[in-house]
């Protein structure tokens, strides 16, 4: 069984910061990209960020230059570190990735999704 298992949401008040962690865990071959998405109520699910397994980032508009993705390929656990947060950045966030998992004794790709951790940024 693989799964992704996200931590460190919370309440912040505006132009404060939060770092979430999403670790994946499991029979995994490898991780290919990672990424965060969001969904605010009421909205699409929107992507954040994503890195590469070579280390290449793509951001959405509305977080560049205050949001900063990373990884850590040992552990298989992607970070991201939130500053200067708004209250229109207020929503559950999700962690997902492209990874190739062992099944019995073949590889499978597959995409896989954390459960969400909520963020609350408060005016």
């Known amino acids: 069984q693989v799964q992704l298992v996200e931590s460190g949401g919370g309440l912040v008040q505006a132009g404060g910061s939060l770092r979430l962690s999403c670790a994946a865990s499991?029979?995994?071959?490898?991780?290919?990209?990672m990424g965060w998405y969001r969904q605010a109520p009421g909205k699409q699910r929107e992507l954040v960020a994503l890195?590469?397994?070579?280390?290449?980032?793509n951001y959405a508009d509305s977080v560049k230059g205050r949001f900063t993705i990373s990884r850590d390929n040992a552990k298989n656990t992607v970070y991201l570190q939130m500053d200067s947060l708004k209250p229109e950045d207020t929503a559950v966030y999700y962690c997902?990735?492209?990874?190739?998992?062992?099944?019995?004794?073949?590889?499978?790709?597959?995409?896989?999704w954390g459960q969400g951790t909520q963020v609350t940024v408060s005016s």
């Open positions: 997902n990735t492209d990874a190739t998992i062992w099944v019995i004794s073949r590889t499978r790709r597959v995409d896989l």
């Open positions: 499991g029979s995994i071959f490898s991780i290919n990209t």
């Open positions: 890195i590469t397994g070579g280390g290449s980032t």
